[in-house]
């Protein structure tokens, strides 16, 4: 009997999620490892199941607030938070702009809706934009330096805020996260971890986007599109590179010229093939029968058999003179003849 395996439900499919990103964040293996990769990947599958089954259900209306939105539905809004967090762990060099421009889009999206439904007071991330062609005017930067610096003043001001009430958030939420695992918290504190879970994410959100546009303008500055189209060429595709010379300068080259012989301009077998031609030089057939060996070479021939005799008699002479000298030592004992030191 064939059985049919059940499509998970929304719940489950929201808490593996949380599970596997918990899991990733807790191992000690590198970002970039098959194991870590594939719980990234299975995340992102399950999340956007999820994300499928909330539109179809319409748990959600623009027109409310949080306050009218049920308590067990009220976690399903951080979904765009928790796809944005993986996608930012998938690894590729050549995808990674891509894949940050994705996670941003997810990022906004949940700040966008946290926003509608006044989860949390803050500031929505201005849109991301182009850099600016050509290069400002000293007025332009002038005008606009103060402006920069009132917003980066702001910026820290409100990165400050944020990290005191992550803090706080986090504390509460350590003390009914056991509470709402076991099931023995009341509607109201349900109510109440979610709510501080969603501004948690609101937070969590904001400094990423900061890090995302930082990395942005990194991976611009670093690979123009005119740079990464250029060097995506392979070496088949690019055009063949000119043969130069290189001197000091052009005077120089006219009057001194290049600084080391002419260069050629012709082959060996170019300059034969002229001088053939002229009847200068026989041809290969001709030249090897009438060529004829060199004086020298003729000369050390002849010369060969005589320097062999005379070494044969030199070689007669050394051997006849050490029999003599043998024959002198077993007639004559040591220290024969030495008349000064007798004794």
Same mark, same amino acid.
């Given at each position: ?11 489950? @499919?929201?808490? %593996? +999620?949380?599970? #596997?990103?918990?899991?990733? *964040? /807790?191992?000690?293996?590198?970002? $970039? ?56 762990? @998938?690894?590729? %060099? +050549?995808?990674? #702009?891509?894949?940050?421009? *994705? /996670?941003?889009?997810?990022?906004? $999206? ?234």
């Amino acid at each position: 009997m064939a059985t049919f395996q059940e499509e998970p439900r929304l719940p489950e @499919l929201l808490e %593996t +999620s949380i599970q #596997l990103l918990e899991e990733v *964040e /807790a191992a000690t293996q590198p970002t $970039s490892s098959k194991q870590i990769q594939d719980k990234v990947r299975r995340a992102l599958e399950l999340l956007a199941k999820a994300s499928g089954m909330v539109s179809q259900l319409d748990l959600f209306s623009r027109n409310e607030d949080w306050e009218e939105i049920a308590s067990a539905d009220l976690k399903y809004l951080m979904l765009p938070a928790l796809k944005g967090t993986f996608t930012l762990k @998938l690894v590729g %060099t +050549s995808q990674r #702009l891509y894949h940050l421009q *994705e /996670a941003r889009d997810h990022f906004m $999206s949940f700040l966008t809706q946290s926003h509608s439904y006044h989860v949390a007071e803050f500031q929505l991330p201005r849109a991301q934009s182009g850099s600016p062609e050509g290069n400002p005017s000293p007025a332009a930067r002038s005008a606009t330096l103060q402006p920069n610096l009132v917003a980066m003043a702001s910026q820290r001001q409100a990165k400050i805020q944020r990290y005191k009430q992550k803090k706080a958030v986090e504390q509460k939420l350590s003390a009914l996260k056991s509470a709402v695992e076991s099931g023995q918290a009341d509607d109201e504190q349900v109510r109440e971890y979610y709510l501080l879970q969603l501004r948690r994410w609101i937070n969590i959100s904001l400094d990423e986007i900061e890090s995302i546009d930082q990395e942005i303008e990194i991976l611009k500055e670093r690979d123009p599109s005119g740079v990464a189209s250029a060097s995506s060429l392979s070496p088949q595709e690019r055009p063949p590179v000119k043969p130069f010379v290189l001197t000091r300068s052009v005077a120089q080259a006219q009057v001194f010229g290049a600084g080391y012989p002419s260069l050629a301009t012709m082959t060996v077998n170019d300059w034969y093939e002229q001088h053939k031609k002229c009847e200068v030089l026989p041809s290969s057939p001709e030249a090897e029968k009438q060529a004829t060996p060199p004086e020298s070479l003729r000369a050390s021939q002849q010369d060969k058999p005589e320097l062999e005799q005379n070494e044969d008699q030199e070689d007669e002479k050394t051997l006849h003179r050490m029999q003599q000298w043998d024959d002198w030592k077993d007639t004559h004992p040591r220290g024969y003849g030495n008349r000064q030191n007798m004794g």
